[in-house]
Nanobody, 118 residues
């Protein structure tokens, strides 16, 4: 059974930092491209950052220079380090895994809430 379990969300003041983690099980993690998405109330789910199996990263323009995605294949975990957080970063953050070759093999985590507010 495939599981993606996010953790690390919470309430933080503007300008603060958080690190999200997504622990994967049931998949050959090293051959999956991983991504973080977010969804604010009433809005669509958008890509925040991604990292390929080979380590190539990609970021939404709104988070470039503030967020960093990384992965630890030994721990089957992907991270999202978020800094200089803004109220507009408030959303539910979801972890996503997609097989490098067979894109139909893709999975979502349950999401973790990030709230940026003073």
């Amino acid at each position: 059974q495939v599981q993606l379990v996010e953790s690390g969300g919470g309430l933080v003041q503007p300008g603060g930092s958080l690190r999200l983690s997504c622990a994967a099980s049931g998949i050959a993690f090293s051959i999956y491209d991983m991504g973080w998405y977010r969804q604010a109330p009433g809005k669509q789910r958008d890509l925040v950052a991604s990292i390929t199996s080979g380590g190539t990263t990609n970021y939404a323009d709104s988070v470039k220079g503030r967020f960093t995605i990384s992965r630890d294949n030994a721990k089957n975990t992907v991270y999202l380090q978020m800094s200089i957080l803004k109220p507009e970063d408030t959303a539910v953050y979801f972890c996503h895994a997609e097989h490098t070759i067979y894109s139909l093999r893709n999975y979502w985590g349950q999401g973790t809430q990030v709230t940026v507010s003073s």
